[in-house]
């Protein structure tokens, strides 16, 4: 059973800074990419970041690049997504997904993910 417990979230003001953490309590871990990913008020959820598993190479999508920078702790079985210079449109419920066997070509696909956390919800507000 794999259960990922995302925590970090919060209410902060354009320009700050956020680190979200997902930690898995399974046993996949070590041989999953890992992936965040946000959903915003009466959208989809979009793909934010991924760690592929086997090259460890990250993957971010657009608008956060240079901003977001997704690591894991492999000791703690925990994944981060530091969040810097955030804005308005961060504005979202952040999921951590995991997923065991997927493959590079569908790192920004959510279909691709097995596994997901319950979502820490994010507010960029003034």
């Known amino acids: 059973q794999v259960l990922l417990i995302e925590s970090g979230g919060g209410l902060v003001q354009p320009g700050a800074s956020l680190r979200l953490s997902c930690e898995d309590s399974?046993?996949?871990?070590?041989?999953?990419?890992m992936g965040w990913f946000r959903q915003a008020p009466g959208k989809e959820r979009e793909f934010v970041a991924a760690l592929f598993r086997s090259t460890g190479n990250s993957y971010y999508e657009d608008s956060v690049k240079g901003r977001f920078t997704i690591s894991r702790d492999s000791a703690k079985s925990t994944v981060y997504l530091q969040m810097n210079s955030l804005k308005y449109e961060d504005t979202g419920v952040y999921y951590c997904?995991?997923?065991?066997?997927?493959?590079?070509?569908?790192?920004?696909?959510?279909?691709?993910?097995?596994?997901w956390g319950q979502g820490t919800q994010v507010t960029v507000s003034s």
């Open positions: 399974g046993r996949t871990f070590s041989r999953s990419t």
């Open positions: 997904a995991a997923a065991p066997t997927i493959i590079l070509s569908r790192v920004r696909d959510a279909r691709g993910y097995n596994y």
